[in-house]
């Protein structure tokens, strides 16, 4: 089966730099991708990898390691808003499969 | 503008009654999804369209039935539902390639 894990919860303080680690165990790997959720609302889409490396998004960084099965999504100059559940997902095949981790709360603090 | 739609935003129903909840995108996409999110436990993919009349069983499909008659939409229906049914659902949609998911606002649904 598939199976993504990332941690449950993080806390940082504003102003600084924030990794948020994801490993994964797929069949049929076929790119993974970080998406922000806030409360209530809906997720909204950060970055994709497919191969391995690092994708930079102003402050947001993707990085992939398809051997080890490993991603991280880096966050820099933390703002307050960025507060919210941050989910971790890959793509299964070419049929529109994807599975998603149960997701990491990060808190940011003044 | 580029948007997922879904109707109703919330819905208070009752055990065994049928109901649909529908799911319509503007943006021509191909591929559309349906999630439920539960405290906890993250997105997991009920069912999945890669185009009109083409759909497939995601990780949680039990209790669920979708339709994809028109590339637009893709309504899902609960034919008898459930108290475990409670929850909160997505629609999604992506074009091809690498594009990433688009998702709708979500549809809370209490079963009581």
């Known amino acids: 089966g598939q199976n993504i894990d990332q941690p449950t919860e993080m806390t940082a303080t504003e102003g600084a730099i924030v990794q948020i680690n994801c490993t994964y165990q797929?069949?049929?790997?076929?790119?993974l991708f970080w998406y922000q959720q806030h409360a209530g609302e809906a997720p909204t889409f950060l970055s994709y990898n497919v191969l391995d490396g690092l994708e930079e998004k102003g402050r947001f960084s993707s990085f992939l390691s398809r051997s080890k099965g490993y991603s991280y999504l880096l966050l820099k100059e933390l703002q307050m808003k960025d507060s919210a559940s941050y989910l971790c997902?890959?793509?299964?095949?070419?049929?529109?499969?994807?599975?998603f981790g149960d997701g990491t709360t990060l808190t940011v603090k003044p | 503008e580029a948007q997922v739609t879904q109707n109703p935003r919330y819905l208070i129903t009752v055990t065994g009654k049928k109901l649909t909840v529908t799911c319509s995108q503007n943006?021509?996409?191909?591929?559309m999804s349906w999630y439920r999110q539960d405290p906890g436990l993250g997105l997991r993919q009920i069912y999945y369209?890669?185009?009109?009349?083409?759909?497939d069983k995601g990780d949680v499909p039990e209790g669920y039935k979708v339709s994809r008659k028109e590339k637009r939409n893709f309504p899902l229906i609960l034919e008898s539902p459930s108290p475990n049914q409670t929850s909160l659902y997505f629609c999604a949609s992506r074009g091809g390639g690498a594009s990433e998911q688009y998702f709708g606002p979500g549809t809370r649904l209490t079963v009581t």
């Open positions: 943006m021509n996409h191909e591929y």
């Open positions: 797929t069949s049929g790997f076929n790119g």
């Open positions: 997902a890959v793509r299964i095949g070419n049929a529109g499969k994807s599975t």
């Open positions: 369209s890669m185009n009109v009349e083409v759909t």
